[in-house]
């Protein structure tokens, strides 16, 4: 197996940190995306759409970090990074999704890029906007969290998931933008718990061979 990523990819990172818990072996090949090698000809040929991670898995060629980690999922089922029970997999399901599709996409590195690029927003501009989805988004999901049954000492349950997964490259997101976590005691406890992982921590972007790229 292959991925291409990034060393502070969010999805990236989820993908990295869902093979290290399931002790599956890949190479990593690093995609620049400060030097915009994303958008080279090479890279468009692995995926069009010119994002991290993409997953290689002999003939397969798989973009988006949740269906990668789905399929991750059921090519290798232990250990399991959802419940078994389906309304606890539809509950860990919407607390990644409320990260991965509600937070993420409007903080990553290209759309701060075209807010500074083509609408001419400043430093300051940028980091109210990073700040404020931030909040708006974690106020959500700590709720969503201190509303689910299991919660403690990982989103769900005793083994951290695929909800996890989305989590601590959030938070550290949030971490590295200077953002505060004090309103959210439930992430902060679930982020201690999984930093404490060595599946967690081999995975964190600070580990990576690109690091600083």
Same mark, same amino acid.
């Given at each position: 197996?292959?991925?291409y990523g990034?060393?502070r990819?969010?999805a990236?990172?989820?993908?990295r940190i869902a093979?290290?818990?399931?002790?599956? =072996?890949?190479?990593? /090949?690093?995609?620049?995306?400060?030097?915009?090698?994303?958008a080279?000809a090479?890279f468009?040929?692995?995926?069009?759409q010119?994002l991290?991670p993409?997953?290689?898995?002999g003939?397969h060629?798989? &973009?988006?970090?949740?269906? /990668?980690?789905e399929y991750?999922e059921?090519?290798?089922? &232990?250990?399991?990074?959802?419940?078994?029970e389906s309304?606890?997999?539809?509950?860990?399901?919407?607390?990644?999704?409320a990260?991965?599709?509600? /937070?993420?996409?409007l903080?990553?590195?290209r759309?701060l890029n075209?807010?500074?690029?083509?609408?001419?927003i400043?430093?300051?501009?940028?980091?109210?906007w990073?700040?404020?989805w931030i909040?708006?988004g974690? &106020?959500?999901?700590?709720?969503?969290?201190?509303?689910?049954?299991? =919660?403690?000492?990982?989103?769900?349950g005793? =083994?951290?998931?695929?909800?996890?997964?989305?989590?601590i490259?959030?938070?550290?997101?949030a971490?590295?933008m200077n953002?505060?976590l004090?309103g959210?005691? =439930? /992430?902060r406890?679930i982020?201690?718990?999984?930093?404490?992982?060595?599946a967690?921590?081999?995975?964190?972007?600070?580990?990576?061979?690109?690091?600083g790229r």
């Amino acid at each position: 197996m292959q991925l291409y990523g990034y060393f502070r990819s969010s999805a990236a990172y989820r993908v990295r940190i869902a093979l290290n818990l399931k002790g599956v =072996t890949v190479e990593h /090949i690093p995609v620049g995306l400060r030097q915009q090698e994303q958008a080279g000809a090479a890279f468009l040929q692995v995926n069009p759409q010119g994002l991290v991670p993409v997953l290689v898995d002999g003939e397969h060629r798989l &973009s988006q970090s949740l269906a /990668i980690i789905e399929y991750l999922e059921e090519r290798f089922p &232990s250990p399991p990074l959802l419940p078994s029970e389906s309304a606890d997999r539809a509950r860990v399901r919407a607390v990644a999704q409320a990260i991965a599709c509600e /937070i993420h996409p409007l903080n990553n590195l290209r759309v701060l890029n075209y807010l500074r690029d083509r609408l001419g927003i400043d430093e300051d501009g940028r980091q109210d906007w990073y700040a404020h989805w931030i909040a708006a988004g974690l &106020s959500a999901v700590e709720a969503l969290l201190r509303s689910m049954p299991r =919660t403690a000492p990982v989103c769900f349950g005793a =083994t951290p998931g695929l909800a996890d997964l989305c989590l601590i490259p959030q938070v550290f997101n949030a971490e590295r933008m200077n953002c505060s976590l004090e309103g959210y005691p =439930t /992430i902060r406890a679930i982020a201690a718990a999984c930093r404490e992982l060595p599946a967690f921590r081999d995975a964190a972007p600070d580990r990576q061979a690109d690091a600083g790229r």
